[in-house]
């Protein structure tokens, strides 16, 4: 995780690597899709005959994208150090 700009609290617009890989995984349909080219390909020949709804799609997209990506926690580990049993009690 890399820190650029202090938000509030614990809160920072950096880099997270774990949200970058959350998003290619949900993302990895449409990366494949030009590359097998099926004949039957209802993914990527939709369209919206509603055209607020593709706004409001296209607004959200990109705010799952930073929200994943830019927006991180100082005070959050990957992987906490803690014991065994830290790790394991329920309190």
Known sequence: MLKFIHLFGNYFIGLSFIGIAAF????IPYI?????KPSSNPI???QNEIKWIGT???IFGMLSMVL???IVRDDVKVFPMGSAGE???CS
């Open 24 to 27: 290619v995984i949900q993302e």
């Open 32 to 36: 494949l899709m030009p590359l097998i």
């Open 44 to 46: 990527m020949n939709m």
């Open 56 to 58: 409001v799609q296209g």
């Open 68 to 70: 994943l990506m830019l």
């Open 87 to 89: 790790k394991l009690s």
